[in-house]
């Protein structure tokens, strides 16, 4: 289904979705379908009379990753398992690191 | 055996309350490793002692001395431990048994999920470069790991500061570094005494790879100004839902270099020169470490002798 929406040119309604797939799924199972994703932030929909058109949101590599930080999201263990370049900051922790930056020599290049 | 009890237990706080200064003060490859090492033979010995001490009630109670042959006599005389103590014990470990199932369960999923998400990543190179507007960048553990940069990420670095990036990252992998964040929250599920250690362990993890970073592009400044206009980065563009908010708290406090979080601690810690490897105060850790292991085998060698003293008494 996402790759029959990521293969248009523009935003498809469920019909249109299901005209391009293969499978033989009812009409309000793609409706189903669609609605989750979009409720999950993968796809973007645009009002077009009296149904939705679908677009997907991200491109296939952003998918895989958002895809990937979602499931470990649900474990609740994802800072753990995903080593981060740099954690969160406060703001005490901002003000500092722009003054390191601004004072340092070296720092500000 | 109250010794030994004793002992783990007085490590263990000790261990608690040093592990953010020994993570600053010891080289980071060191701080690492001595205090995961440090928190899993601790959490051992914290577990054995309290099954010791179950063991030391239960052979006091007379139908188990009977079932096991034992002098009863021979056994209360010795007095190894209180039996409210052996039953305090005894609920304990089965409180830390069940704790340490449910981590390694749980963190085995994260880890498998985190392999097969690495997996589906489209481009063939360890480094995927996602088109994304949120500022972030990650290594995804498995094998082989997988470096995940978001297209904003880039944008705010420049070409030296993304090479500083990238070699971060790689240490990261190369280093096995989620085993031995692995290793800290099993052994912090075992033993409730050494949670503060699993921030410690995750600093030291994140200075070994920026040391290693620094050294891979040859400059200090150059890896500190990258995690710090990285950071900056991040906050001006957070990524996902909540993902920056969560990893505050442990770090977090007043103005000041001393109650700073981790990414200034980090930067200030590269624009100094690379740590001394302080050899005093990393055996001395090492030693403190090693004799909680052997008091809590001489306790159960101890106890061990009793009960076959014990058998041979009633056996005679």
């Not at chain 2, 005093?280 to 403190?288: F, I, K, N, P, Q």
């Amino acid at each position: 289904m996402l790759a029959v929406l990521q293969g248009a040119a523009s935003a498809l309604t469920p019909a249109k979705v299901r005209e391009q797939l293969t499978g033989q799924l009812a009409y309000s199972t793609v409706v189903t379908i669609l609605s989750r994703l979009h409720a999950k932030g993968v796809l973007t929909r645009v009002r077009t009379g009296r149904a939705y058109a679908y677009a997907p949101l991200a491109d296939e590599s952003g998918l895989a990753a958002r895809r990937m930080r979602a499931v470990l999201e649900s474990e609740g263990d994802r800072e753990a398992v995903l080593a981060r370049f740099v954690s969160g900051l406060t703001p005490a922790d901002e003000q500092l690191l722009r003054r390191m930056l601004s004072e340092h020599p070296g720092m500000s290049g | 055996m109250l010794l030994a009890g004793g002992l783990v237990l007085a490590v263990s706080v000790l261990a608690a309350v040093a592990a953010r200064p020994l993570a600053e003060w010891l080289p980071p490859l060191a701080a690492a490793w001595l205090l995961v090492s440090g928190a899993l033979v601790l959490a051992m010995a914290s577990g054995a002692m309290l099954g010791l001490l179950a063991l030391a009630a239960a052979v006091r109670t007379p139908s188990v001395a009977a079932a096991g042959h034992e002098s009863l006599r021979l056994i209360t005389s010795q007095d190894p431990a209180p039996l409210a103590l052996g039953v305090l014990a005894a609920v304990l470990l089965c409180v830390a048994a069940l704790a340490a199932v449910r981590v390694a369960w749980r963190r085995a999923a994260a880890l498998v999920a985190a392999h097969r998400g690495g997996r589906r990543l489209p481009s063939a190179g360890q480094v995927v470069v996602i088109d994304d507007v949120a500022a972030d960048a990650y290594a995804v553990p498995g094998w082989p790991g997988r470096i995940v940069v978001t297209s904003g990420m880039m944008q705010a670095l420049s070409a030296d500061e993304r090479r500083v990036l990238i070699a971060h990252e790689r240490a990261h992998v190369a280093g096995c570094h989620y085993l031995f964040a692995a290793g800290a929250r099993l052994a912090a599920a075992v033993s409730p005494l050494l949670r503060p250690l699993v921030p410690a362990i995750g600093y030291s993890l994140e200075r070994w790879s920026d040391e290693q970073a620094a050294s891979a592009v040859g400059d200090r400044e150059l890896a500190a100004r990258a995690i710090a206009r990285a950071a900056l980065a991040v906050a001006a563009a957070p990524p996902g839902r909540g993902a920056p908010g969560s990893a505050l708290g442990a770090v977090a406090g007043p103005a000041g270099l001393r109650g700073a979080g981790e990414v200034p601690r980090r930067v200030a810690a590269l624009l100094r020169p690379s740590p001394p490897p302080r050899w005093l105060l990393l055996s001395a850790g090492v030693l403190l470490v090693a004799a909680c292991g052997l008091s809590v085998m001489a306790a159960a060698l101890s106890l061990h002798g009793l009960i076959e003293a014990a058998q041979a008494a009633r056996s005679r």
